[in-house]
């Protein structure tokens, strides 16, 4: 057997080139078969297929037609996003600019933990991670030009860390908080995104405090109280080892999983300048909106958090994954340093080498700014921004048949691209059971959201492409199948 072609390498595009054929093939076959959003049949019977095609995973002598194998039945198995009766998650359809760029990543394979590695690559992370810092701190990085003077330690050049999503930004957020300080306690609204429950028992973290959100943005009042409940604890301790005492960490919300909600950002900002907090803004649904004229202003406030997570791979048409988190104060990764003499000795970092280790808490990891940085540079500004307000009218237009359709009931207008409903009077066994029938059927695929003690179906609009037309056909679908 002669020994297989690489991906790089000068022989590397005429071998992948064929290849890209029999991949594109395989996916048009697949789709065709699956024929709808989700293949049919539930769990076992898309195991069952699977299986069947895989047969033995590791045979004793390799298939030839293994890649055309492999990728028609993952397809036929697939949720396809780009369907526009698949809205159930803040799962978006890539676009294919940035797709294609992921392939070149793939073949060049750079691994962005020492710059020998990743020489071009790691220089366009360090261009781009600061353009869409810059998107997030425009006025926090402006000049000076208040009569107060500024600190001697205070950093405006803000910057930004490539991420895997939402989860591990909001994790770093966290261990930032608690490095710079001599301990953090984490506060967050009832609505906030599970992993920063998870990433506080993670680091060690006390027990977060959970403020109410009653109308799915959180309690002003509520949060103002716990703000003076922790911050007279905190005082009647002693001082910190670092000479600084502990500090209280607020993470806000900018678009909620369930309903796409925002918090009153400027007010909590006001409420954590008031009480000398740290403040976390989870904008990794909402950060899109930055690229919009039109809903930009629903981020005011935005600029004033110490860290802000944001998710490239929901309104950003990113293949997964392209997690971000912008830091305000670049000192703040400080707490990143790490020495490994084979990546970033300190003789080759004097000498001028860049060092890549503070950028990640991982070592090896993929270029993934690369699919980021064609996607600005092709659409721009306007064009993202046109994605963005074109997802975000598709819900309103949801929304709207809603409303007008005797049979169903909204939850509110939406905030952003996310529309919550249900069958009226339907009971919530009923609402779970339309929504696995649909998928059992590989109809549709919706979410669900557990709001005001009542279960909502959940639409989440992320596909440019969809159509008036295929929002009809998605209501007429749940009114088809709910039981009377």
């Not at 699977?50 to 030839?64: C, F, I, K, M, S």
């Not at 803040?90 to 294609?100: D, G, I, Q, R, S």
Request: hydrophobic share 40%.
């Amino acid at each position: 057997m002669s020994t297989p072609p690489l991906a790089s390498g000068p022989e590397g595009p005429g071998a992948l080139r064929p290849l890209l054929d029999t991949v594109l093939d395989a996916l048009r076959d697949g789709r065709e078969v699956r024929g709808g959003p989700l293949p049919a049949g539930g769990p076992e019977s898309v195991a069952r297929r699977l299986r069947d095609a895989v047969a033995d995973v590791l045979p004793e002598q390799g298939t030839e037609d293994a890649l055309r194998v492999l990728i028609q039945a993952l397809a036929e198995g697939a949720a396809d996003p780009a369907d526009p009766l698949c809205v159930a998650h803040l799962h978006c359809p890539p676009l294919a600019v940035a797709t294609a760029a992921d392939l070149a990543a793939s073949a060049l394979n750079p691994s962005m933990d020492s710059w020998d590695q990743a020489p071009a690559a790691s220089e366009l992370e360090a261009l781009v991670t600061e353009a869409l810092a810059t998107e997030v701190y425009k006025r926090a990085n402006e000049p000076h030009k208040s009569n107060k003077p500024r600190k001697s330690n205070e950093s405006y050049k803000s910057t930004a860390l490539v991420t895997t999503g939402g989860t591990e930004s909001n994790q770093l957020a966290l261990l930032l908080a608690r490095e710079a300080y001599a301990g953090v306690r984490l506060i967050c609204g009832a609505n906030a995104h599970h992993s920063l429950l998870r990433a506080a028992w993670l680091l060690g973290l006390p027990d977060p405090v959970v403020v109410p959100a009653p109308a799915g943005v959180m309690d002003l009042a509520a949060l103002d109280e716990a703000l003076t409940d922790c911050g007279e604890q905190r005082l009647r301790r002693e001082q910190g080892p670092r000479g600084s005492r502990s500090t209280l960490l607020v993470a806000a919300t900018a678009g909620t999983t369930d309903a796409g909600l925002i918090d009153p950002l400027p007010d909590i900002a006001d409420l954590c300048e008031a009480h000398g907090t740290r403040l976390h803004i989870d904008a990794a649904y909402g950060g899109g909106l930055l690229f919009s004229d039109h809903h930009r202003g629903k981020l005011d406030g935005l600029d004033r958090a110490h860290t802000v997570t944001l998710d490239l791979h929901k309104l950003g048409w990113q293949p997964v994954a392209a997690g971000l988190l912008a830091v305000k104060d670049p000192h703040d990764l400080d707490a990143l340093d790490h020495r490994a003499d084979y990546l970033n000795a300190d003789d080759d970092t004097e000498a001028g080498l860049p060092d890549l280790l503070g950028r990640s808490l991982r070592t090896s990891r993929r270029p993934d700014i690369l699919k980021v940085a064609v996607t600005l540079k092709t659409l721009g500004r306007t064009g993202l921004g046109a994605l963005v307000d074109q997802v975000c009218a598709r819900a309103v237009e949801l929304a709207d048949l809603v409303e007008a359709h005797p049979g169903f009931e909204l939850y509110d207008p939406p905030t952003l691209s996310t529309v919550l409903f249900r069958p009226a009077e339907a009971s919530d066994e009923a609402v779970a059971t339309v929504r696995r029938t649909l998928l059992h059927e590989g109809r549709a695929v919706l979410g669900r959201a557990l709001l005001d003690d009542r279960l909502w179906l959940k639409a989440t609009l992320l596909n440019p492409h969809t159509r008036p037309g295929d929002l009809a056909a998605l209501l007429k679908l749940v009114e088809g199948h709910t039981p009377r």
